[in-house]
């Protein structure tokens, strides 16, 4: 499966009665800090002056992975479809907050209610689902689809339907449509949208851009030999193939190893090209953190560059940010010239 990121959010769902109001986690074990092999955190919900509610949680994490997801829950029913809410994820064992949510009541359509776009991950993908509380019989064309930044929506179109009473309307993106990094989820209901933001924390196999990724970040470390085994490969077979390619090299603690080292790369050096990796990123992924590092971030004539030294290896990488967006470029050392 896919490595998910955090989710923290309200789910929001109108009846013509009542409201719900449910707080959604689901973490990664490493979202908390652990003392004593626990885990301790809580959840705050309060709505106006109907609902206000916090519940604290502890977990034994010994022998736990840092990707086990830890799922959690709090809910507040009020009156009514108008409201202001905040809510908060708290990790006790570090006495800080990991989110705080503020906000207020969806809007909505005379004719039907509509709840907020939620999502939540499946052995296949991520399924989206809303529900609809219709105050009449009516026909309803609901789309379903996400966007990533500087990308184009992608929409799923479902058959028209009748409804009269609550209704609950789904969809399953599949794991291929999904790759690390941020994206919107999006649903459009008789013109009526919601919205919802994820972050993928892991690269996936068997996204074509996430692929090519990885295999780039191979081909630079290991070289182009090495990553030949991956040539036309078919999507089914990727895991397979992987996993494979990581048995010669030490197993699934060589694997981990180097896949935290790439998080950890990206984390801290992003591009500003969707589809690659940074310079910095790749050397680091290769080398590991340098030795040291002269960084002349600001510079009143002449662009920003770096310097890192790897004293152990007898190397030295030179990096310029060429375009004023922080994405320094790998050059070669004969540039220093120019620079100083």
């Known amino acids: 499966m896919l490595g ?38 809580s959840i705050s919900l309060s709505v106006g002056d109907g ?31 108008r409201f202001s809410f905040t809510a908060e994820l708290r990790d006790e064992g570090a006495n800080r907050s990991v989110k705080r949510i503020r906000g207020k009541n969806l809007p909505q359509r005379r004719d039907f209610l509509l709840s907020s776009l939620n999502y939540e991950y499946v052995p296949k993908g991520v399924k989206l689902w809303v529900l609809i509380s219709p105050k009449r019989k009516l026909k309803f ?32 993106l599949p794991e291929e449509e999904l790759s690390f990094g941020r994206v919107k989820f999006l649903v459009e209901v008789n013109g009526l949208t919601r919205e919802s933001e994820a972050l993928f924390q892991r690269f996936n196999l068997l996204n074509d851009r996430d692929w090519n990724i990885l295999l780039s970040v191979l081909t630079f470390v290991f070289g182009v030999e ?23 090299r030490g197993g699934a603690k060589a694997e981990e190893e180097f896949m935290d080292r790439l998080y950890r790369a990206v984390n801290l050096f992003p591009s500003s090209f969707r589809n690659r990796i940074s310079d910095r990123a790749l050397i680091y992924v290769k080398y590991g953190p340098p030795d040291e590092v002269e960084a002349y971030p600001y510079r009143l004539s002449g662009k920003p560059y770096e310097i ?33």
């Open 141 to 172: 064309r609901v789309r379903f689809g996400y966007v990533r930044p500087a990308t184009r929506r992608k929409m799923y179109e479902l058959p028209e339907f009748v409804a009269q009473s609550d209704t609950v309307v789904q969809m399953t």
């Open 308 to 340: 890192w030294y790897y004293y152990r290896l007898g190397k030295r990488f030179v990096f310029v940010d060429m375009d004023g967006t922080g994405d320094y470029r790998l050059v070669p050392e004969s540039y220093l010239d120019f620079l100083r």
């Open 51 to 81: 609902c206000s509610r916090v519940e604290y949680r502890r977990l034994h994490v010994k022998g736990f992975r840092l990707d086990t997801l830890i799922e959690d829950s709090l809910k507040c029913v009020v009156e009514g479809d």
């Open 226 to 248: 090495e990553v030949k085994v991956f040539k036309d490969v078919e999507r089914e077979k990727r895991r397979e193939v992987w996993k494979e390619f990581w048995e010669r």
């Open 4 to 41: 998910q990121g955090l989710i923290f959010a309200v789910q929001q769902f109108y009846y013509r009665d009542s409201t719900v109001l449910k707080v959604k986690m689901v973490a990664p074990a490493h979202t908390f800090v652990s003392k004593r092999d626990t885990i301790r955190w």
